[in-house]
C-alpha cells in the first residue's frame, strides 16, 4: 500500500451536547492523524447546528501508514473562565479508505454524517465530515528527518529583500533633495 495526500472536509454537527450554562456554545474540533493535528476556527452557533466548513490536509508517507490508520475528531466546547470542555468524538476508520484509494488511484467520500461518542461511550448528534484520499510516490518520509516543505528560492524572504532594495535608492532622495535628480556635489566645479 503506498501513502499519499488526506483530504478531511470538516462541514458541520448538529446535537451535540454543552456544558455551558450561561450562553451559547462556542465549538472547535481537533482532527488528528497521526502525530499530525489541526484545530478548526470556533464557531459560535445555535445548539442544533454548528458549521465550520474547512479543509485540512494531511500527507500520510508509506512508511508510517499503520500510525496513520484512523482519524480522530474530537469536538471541544469553549469555555470563558475554565479549560474547553469535551463534547464528543468521532474515530473514522481509514484503512479502507486507504485501500480503495490506491486500487482506484483516488477516492472521495462525500461529506456523510458520524455519530458523536460521548465520554461514557453513549451517542449524543452527529458530525458531518467528508474524505478524499490520492495515493502519490512523492510522499515517502525518510527516517531522521522531518516532512518540512521546501525552500522556494522566490520565497517570502527573496520578495522582502527586493522590495527594500527597491525602496533604497527612492528613500535617500527624499532624505537628501537634489534639484533634476542630480548629485549635491556639482562635479564640474574645482574643489
Known amino acids: 500500500m503506498k501513502g499519499g495526500l488526506l483530504e478531511v472536509y470538516v462541514v458541520s454537527a448538529r446535537g451535540i451536547s454543552h456544558s455551558n450554562i450561561i450562553g451559547n456554545p462556542s465549538y ?5 492523524c497521526g502525530s499530525q493535528s489541526y484545530t478548526t476556527k470556533i464557531s459560535s452557533g445555535n445548539h442544533t447546528e454548528i458549521l465550520w466548513n474547512e479543509k485540512f490536509k ?10 496513520c490508520e484512523y482519524l480522530k475528531l474530537k469536538i471541544m466546547d469553549e469555555e470563558f473562565f475554565t479549560a474547553s470542555g469535551f ?3 468521532t474515530i473514522i476508520n481509514l484503512k479502507g479508505i486507504i485501500m480503495e484509494g490506491n486500487e ?9 454524517a458520524y455519530n ?13 465530515v467528508g474524505l478524499r484520499f490520492t495515493p502519490s510516490n512523492k510522499i515517502v518520509q525518510t527516517v531522521g528527518k522531518e516532512n518540512t516543505p ?32 542630480n548629485s549635491i556635489i556639482d ?5
Do not use: H, M
Not at 28 to 32: A, D, G, L
Not at 104 to 112: D, G, L, N, Q, T
Not at 116 to 128: F, M
Open 58 to 67: 494531511f500527507e500520510l508517507p508509506t512508511n508510517k501508514l499503520e500510525e
Open 116 to 128: 458523536v461518542v460521548l465520554e461514557d461511550d453513549t451517542y449524543k448528534g452527529q458530525i458531518k
Open 104 to 112: 482506484k488511484r483516488f477516492i472521495e467520500v462525500i461529506p456523510v
Open 150 to 181: 521546501k525552500e522556494n528560492k522566490n520565497g517570502i524572504g527573496q520578495i522582502i529583500y527586493s522590495k527594500i532594495i527597491n525602496l533604497w535608492p527612492n528613500t535617500w532622495r527624499s532624505f537628501f533633495p537634489c534639484e533634476n535628480g
Open 187 to 191: 562635479k564640474n566645479k574645482p574643489n
Open 28 to 32: 472547535y474540533v481537533i482532527v488528528e
Open 87 to 89: 463534547a464528543g468524538e
